[in-house]
């Protein structure tokens, strides 16, 4: 099993930014749909970006538009999920989950079954 490594979480103050990463182990790199997720307490988890390994495309929650980018640097194996205008909502664990997927199409962040997690990183934003 695919073994995920996030770190960059924190904590911060409502407006300010984090970036996180994500490093996918490089045999597995190439052809992979990745996507962060996030968990607040007592809610449901969700996710909030999706990208594909080695492709342009990106696609994110409603909740996030404007204020999240993901991006990768696939010299380093590495998918990022920076993050803007941090507002306390966005508060919760993170995780970066991945599997593997034949066509950039059908990456997205609805209707895919992600094999592989990684063990989450703490993003806490006060007010």
């Known amino acids: 099993q695919v073994q995920l490594v996030e770190s960059g979480g924190g904590s911060v103050q409502a407006g300010g930014s984090l970036r996180l990463s994500c490093v996918v182990p490089?045999?597995?790199?190439?052809?992979?749909?990745l996507a962060w997720f996030r968990q607040a307490p007592g809610k449901e988890r969700e996710g909030v970006a999706v990208?594909?390994?080695?492709?342009?495309?990106?696609y994110y929650a409603d909740s996030v538009k404007g204020r999240l980018t993901i991006s990768q640097d696939s010299a380093k194996n590495t998918v990022y999920l920076q993050m803007n205008s941090l507002e306390p909502e966005d508060t919760g664990m993170y995780y970066c989950?991945?599997?593997?997927?034949?066509?950039?199409?059908?990456?997205?962040?609805?209707?895919?079954?992600?094999?592989?997690w990684g063990q989450g990183t703490q993003v806490t934003v006060s007010s």
């Open positions: 990208i594909y390994t080695g492709g342009s495309s990106r």
């Open positions: 989950a991945d599997r593997p997927l034949a066509y950039e199409s059908l990456c997205r962040i609805e209707g895919l079954d992600f094999s592989n």
């Open positions: 490089g045999y597995t790199y190439s052809r992979r749909c």
